[in-house]
């Protein structure tokens, strides 16, 4: 099987802009409450989010929606760090694909024409066109997906990215994962009481639903061939994927978690690794009663308790569509530094969520394989599983 | 480089053509669902409900060769909650987010739609949203032959849906479903099914605004993609707006087999494309390529294979 580099690396959260900032964040583990949404008509119960500043987006691209921005911010990082320019004499020939996941992609545009009070003037246009503008970076595009999958969207843009390299459809694909605030979103989650008026706390007995953070996770991904032939460094591998569908109810998990145990196993038999030789997992660990609790007993299904577990939206917030993209990235540096981050502190573990949750100090990383699970409404689920550069 | 599938069956869940503009007053749920548990769901969702049966009906025995965890469904969409997420932000902007239906609030995902087709029928393997402007739909053919390709599934519903936009006036409103059914080759060949004809989907996404090398390098880009799904062998069908984008792609695909023919506009989402995908399926003159393209830069080309001397089953609209 042809084995799928990650070769670049870019995100930008509520932490800052670049992997140093999300390393850093990561290693010091601080609580941080979401804020007041900059919208005056967010007229909602709890109108928080942890945002991305716009001192930490780049000036030129101020013109854009924000997911855009934040999409674009990751997406040139991620190019850097893989020694491209794309179009470039590093890429001459070689067929470049996209593959985009955002929920509600640019939302707020449509959300800002109905603040003024109107409809759009001239043209209808999708709230979901953000790959557009990642395309204007990247040159014409041989192949380009955007998935939708709410809150699990960029981790299935990844595995679909290394799909396409082991495909052959690609030589060097963008594996990008964005969302930003939208009012509509943040109101549809208030008014089904999932909304945690205090922050985002995963596995956390006194949770009271999610939180919702800003970001956006990108990744260069090509083959380890055309990898080596043009010099890359590569960061880890995407070993793995497994895909599957509760097809049980449009929002809460199936109590039993078969369909997410399976997506685990999935990932796991498709790598060839033995379950016992994972060495951190970062749980989709949204910080909604069932969904912890069930992803809880899935991992001890799968793993037993004793895999350490990172718990990313504790200090990020839930980033939707980009969450599991940022995980990704996560995951890669973990992997490069053989550390387990400190987890943000809890208050009081959930007893029925009997996972580890290593806090208040690093924990090394015992075997080179991570797994990423990312799941949606819908019952849609995703896992991941990236290994060291060494394989 | 684009892997083929057959296309056992077909559902149209669409307003007729010569009806009045989109407006859902051409659908009755209680008529096509039933009267219990579809009427709180957006009408995007219904009608990919009621494709989806139609195209599981018209596919006959599909089922019988395929776990349930194999068994996955692929839709695009543009604007399937548009029109929902228009009337939730008005509610929230004017009163308050605890005005919101409760029975709705679960949609502000647009994936939930899909989901409830993959509920519906049980289906357990993958459930993907995919939304690319204008080319979702076909995206979803390019995304099952993927998904068959990599072992994640062996049969697959793949389609589009749309509700019509807030802002008709600003766009060309477009309504209702359509649902394929598609098997690997192998497989379809193993029951002894022959479908509608064989489909490989191409995408593609263009920057705006190309001039020189860049243009030229946009050209050598389509002309391949085109070439690779043998445009010079058959008659080119082309939905084509009038966007540089769709300027370039009319000039950069070969067409060997006489001109382009239209195909017509492409409207405001993902569904035109693949009615038209659905109405060569079941032309006598089926074997083409349809090409699509829009002012964001996305482009779609499919290449459709037609079985010889099939015949359209069951596959009506609503």
Redesign the interface.
Known sequence: MTGVAITGLGVVTCHGSGTRALWDAMMAAPVTDPGPVPDP?????VPVVQGVSDADLPAESQALAKTSRLALTAVDEAIADAGLPL?GPATAGSRIG?ALG??M?D?SL??QW??DGG???????????V??EV??R??????????????A?GG?ALG?AA??I????ADVVLAVGADAYS??????????GAVDPVRCRPFDLHRRGTSFGEAAGAMVVESAEHARARGATVHALVEGSG?????????APEPEGT?IV?AMRAALDSTGADRDRIGCVLPHGTGTQLNDVVESRALNEVFGAEVPLYSLKALIGHTGGAAASVAAVAAALILRHGTVPPNVPIVEQDPECRVWLPQGRTTPLGFDRIMVNGY?????NVSLVLAGAGG | ???QVVVTGIGVCAPPAEGPAADGAWFDVRTQLGRRGYKYLPAACQYLLVAGRHALDDAVDCLDGAA??DR??VVGT??GV?AL??E???T??A????E?S?VT????????L???L??E?????????????LV?GL?SV??GA?AF??G?STLLLAGAMEQA???P???APEEGAVVLVLEPPEQAEARGATGYGRCAV???????G?TGT?RE??EA??R??ALSLGADQVPVYALLDDSPVSELVAGAVPAAVGPIRDAGPPA??SLTPMLRLADRLRADDGDSLLVTAAG???VAMVRIWRTAGSTPRRSAGC
Request: hydrophobic share 40%; net charge neutral; charged share 15%.
């Open positions: 008509y967010a007229n909602m119960d179009g996209l955002t929920c992609g939302a449509h959300e109905r603040s409809k759009p003037v001239a043209r209808f246009t999708s709230a979901l066109g790959a557009s395309a204007e990247l040159g014409p595009l041989s192949v380009t997906t955007t998935i939708s999958n709410a809150c969207a299935f679909a799909d396409l082991r495909s052959g459809e009012r509509v979103m943040l109101a549809c989650f208030n008014r089904m895909w599957t569908c509760d097809a049980h109810h449009l929002t369909q399976r949606a409404f819908g019952g849609n | 480089m684009s892997s349930e965890e996955g469904v543009n604007n548009a997420h228009d939730q932000d008005r929230v902007i009163e308050h987010a605890n919101l409760p609030a679960p949609f502000g995902a647009v994936n939930v899909t989901s409830r993959s509920m029928h049980g289906f357990k393997g993958i459930s993907l949203t995919l939304t690319s402007p979702a995206e390019q995304v993927r390709a990599a994640r936009v807030p802002a006036e600003a766009a191409r995408t593609l996404l263009l920057p705006h190309l860049a390098r946009a880009v389509l391949e993609a405001a989402g964001t830069g996305n």
